[in-house]
């Protein structure tokens, strides 16, 4: 580990390539859900809810089948898709909370994509929960390369949909609707969306920009505004209300509230967050400046059981086996959309074998710029554009550190899970042919013993231990 934390900790230099402004240098912007699973949009199979405007992003670009998230929990899957580092070398692994409100911070060693595209020439900008540190360390947003931050930099903040404040960059914003989790009158995705649009708005298309967008939608708790899109979707389910922590005097800031209706909520948020996509499309359309912007649209881990949240209803893990905080293929594949009018093909798909730690170097080449940081991704910008032979990954790999920690390896047809790895870390592996078997229902490492220790021997050589993060027993 101080082999690799040294590695990152030296003095990382970029070389810039073809630095001038052209159009060639998209505009990019990365819409990330929150705890949306595989089948919760109608292009991945979804019947219960409707999601017109997602939908639209597969149908006039890309949709990529076998995409995976950084892992199968929030702070450590976003570090992932920010470091373009695997779970087994990234520098955040976990939800390790802070005092007095935030999470560990990524260190300042550490070179994020937005820094990398900023240094490119890039305005950079996020909107929505941020989780990899709190104000003022070295691991706020905007000490990470974000010129621009608005939302919820506290993961345990943002189980709340009507909190008592957000940040703007270093300033708290007191919402004197929510004080003390007594009222709830100021919805915070909506009040995320404004500044977001506001942000497209002030875009000339002189300068690209980097716009990541980490909604909270739809994360537990199950609460929306009730207005029409929740219309749409009250009483049209059998419902068994979920009784919570409700908003008042002796509320807790990380609690769920109560839910008379919560698959009609569940259904209300995720469109919502549907809504919230045309508006942004709208928006780039409206100011000439979809042609020259990739959108990508995928989601931080599979679906989530809290709050009365209702997964095998909806059917949202696509018929994958497992959710959030399971590393099989439900709770770390996830929808994965590319959009560039004019360079992806419309109503294209792609069976390219990606994962967050993707994103940084296929970002990197589309901006013209290279960083000599360490890095387990591979660009798939010819899987976007057509053009070129796509590199190939040998094997992707992903490590949790609850439940008694695991690790999973996928490698072409093959997929291997270990469990209880920090009791045993050098435990039995679960082998499964996806190909055949892709709900993971046939444990096949009995029949091939070769191939589940080679899997297995993958897993350990692709875990470089982390004194913050420990996986394996001290």
């Known amino acids: 580990m101080k082999t690799f934390l040294l590695c990152l900790s030296v003095s990382l230099s970029f070389i810039l390539v073809n630095y001038a402004q052209t159009p060639s ?38 949709q990529f089948t076998q995409f995976y998230a950084g892992t199968s929990v929030c702070a450590p899957s976003r570090s992932s898709l920010m470091t373009g580092q695997h779970t087994g070398h990234t520098y955040i692994r976990g939800n390790k909370e802070v005092k007095p409100e ?135 389910f059998d419902e068994k209300p979920f009784n919570g922590a409700d908003y008042g005097p002796d509320a807790k800031t990380g609690g769920y509230t109560s839910q008379a209706y919560p698959r009609a909520t569940f259904a209300a948020m995720v469109a919502r967050l549907d809504l919230y996509v045309g508006q942004l499309m709208a928006s780039l359309k409206a100011k000439g400046l979809d042609q020259n912007t990739l959108v990508i649209f995928t989601s ?35 929808p994965f959309l590319a959009c560039w009018p004019g360079v992806i093909n419309p109503g294209s798909k792609s069976d390219y074998m990606g994962a967050f730690w993707d994103l940084f170097p296929t970002f990197a080449e589309l901006a013209g710029a290279k960083s000599t940081t360490p890095i387990d991704g591979l660009s798939f910008v010819s899987s976007l554009t057509g053009r070129g032979t796509q590199q190939k990954h040998d094997y992707l790999y992903w490590e949790f550190h609850e439940g008694g920690g695991k690790q999973a390896i996928r490698q072409g047809k093959w997929k291997a899970v270990r469990l209880q790895v920090v009791q045993n870390p050098k435990g039995l592996v679960e082998l499964y ?42």
């Open 102 to 236: 935030g999470q560990q911070p990524i260190a300042d060693s550490v070179v994020t994509m937005a820094e990398l595209l900023k240094k490119a020439g890039y305005t950079t900008a996020a909107f929505g929960k941020w989780g990899l540190g709190p104000v003022g360390s070295e691991g706020d947003p905007t000490r990470q390369g974000f010129d621009q931050f608005y939302g919820y930099n506290c993961q345990a903040l943002a189980h709340r949909y009507y909190p008592d404040h957000l940040w703007n960059n270093g300033q708290k914003v007191v919402l004197n609707g929510n004080q003390d989790l007594k009222q709830a009158r100021d919805y915070a995705p909506d009040l995320i969306q404004k500044q977001a649009l506001q942000f497209l708005n002030e875009q000339t298309g002189k300068q690209p920009f980097f716009l990541f967008l980490p909604y909270t939608l739809p994360h537990a708790e199950l609460l929306v505004p009730d207005d029409s899109l929740f219309a749409q979707y009250k009483g049209k």
């Open 300 to 334: 931080d881990n599979g679906p989530h059981t809290e709050g009365g949240a209702d997964p095998q209803f909806f059917n949202s893990g696509g018929g994958f086996r497992g959710v959030k905080r399971d590393l099989y293929e439900g709770g770390i594949r996830e």
């Open 433 to 474: 042919d996806l190909s055949n078997d892709p709900g993971e229902t046939k444990n096949l490492a009995a029949q091939y013993p070769d191939k589940a220790d080679e899997l297995g021997r993958l897993m350990t050589s692709s875990h470089v231990e982390s004194t913050l993060f420990p996986l394996v027993k001290q």
């Open 25 to 62: 240098r998209p505009n990019i912007v990365v819409i990330l859900a929150d705890d949306l699973g595989y089948g919760d949009i109608g292009v991945n199979g979804q019947k219960r809810i409707k999601t017109p405007n997602i939908d639209r992003l597969a149908k006039e670009g890309m």
